[in-house]
């Protein structure tokens, strides 16, 4: 059995799987982000997951650290790793990589911040590749914004919806996300890039003798 089962059952399922897929909620629109052809997967306990999350909204004020913990999009480790190589092979630095990779456009958020957990029990989630995500389609506009026709994401890159962390209606996380995360310090994102490159200053050479 997994921690979040009941978010699998009956009509909560399909709720969660239209979340997973883009849909805000709101009758009549249209799906923006997430993710295409959901899957249904288990994470095991012991997982590393790291979520992109963001420090503050788009008027400035700052976003509790745990608001960005129990939001359902997650990754595991090694996906996140696979981001960053690419980013060092190509010379993009790692905050546009993981725009680009995730298909996570500025309207999303600032996407500065790296959050991660170590899982404490089994989890379900829905797991797929980014949806599109389009502009404006007026390319003075585009340019203005310094923002591409689309935001494609990577065909490589998996992410994770995982469903029943956060209570709306209290406004907190539940006992879910409490029971099922361990979590780990959280870091700038671009602190990590630092990390990768040594994050240090140069030492006297160990010469022998």
Not at 83 to 88: F, L, N, P
Not at 104 to 109: E, K, R
Not at 141 to 146: A, D, H, S, T, W
Not at 158 to 178: E, H, M, S, V, Y
């Amino acid at each position: 059995m997994a921690a979040n089962d009941s978010e699998f059952i009956g009509p909560a399922r399909e709720r969660n799987r239209d979340f997973a897929r883009g849909w805000n909620g709101t009758p009549g629109t249209l799906p923006r982000g997430g993710i295409t052809w959901p899957e249904e997967v288990k994470i095991r306990k012991g997982t590393v997951l790291i979520r992109i999350g963001h420090s503050r909204d788009d008027r400035g004020n700052p976003i509790p650290d745990w608001v960005n913990l129990t939001s359902p999009w997650w990754m595991e480790s090694g996906t996140f790793l696979e981001i960053a190589a690419r980013g060092e092979d190509a010379g993009t630095g790692i905050e546009q990589m993981v725009r680009m990779k995730l298909a996570l456009t500025p309207d999303f958020g600032v996407a500065d911040t790296l959050f991660w957990v170590i899982t404490r029990d089994r989890l379900r989630a829905w797991n797929g590749r980014a949806r599109p995500v389009m502009e404006d389609p007026d390319p003075k506009v585009r340019e203005k914004q310094g923002r591409p026709m689309a935001w494609l994401g990577g065909y490589e890159v998996a992410q994770n919806f995982i469903p029943g962390l956060r209570d709306f209606a209290k406004w907190c996380p539940t006992q879910l996300a409490l029971d099922a995360f361990g979590v780990l310090p959280k870091m700038p994102i671009g602190a990590y890039a630092t990390i990768r490159k040594g994050g240090f200053g140069l030492v006297k050479w160990p010469w022998p003798g």
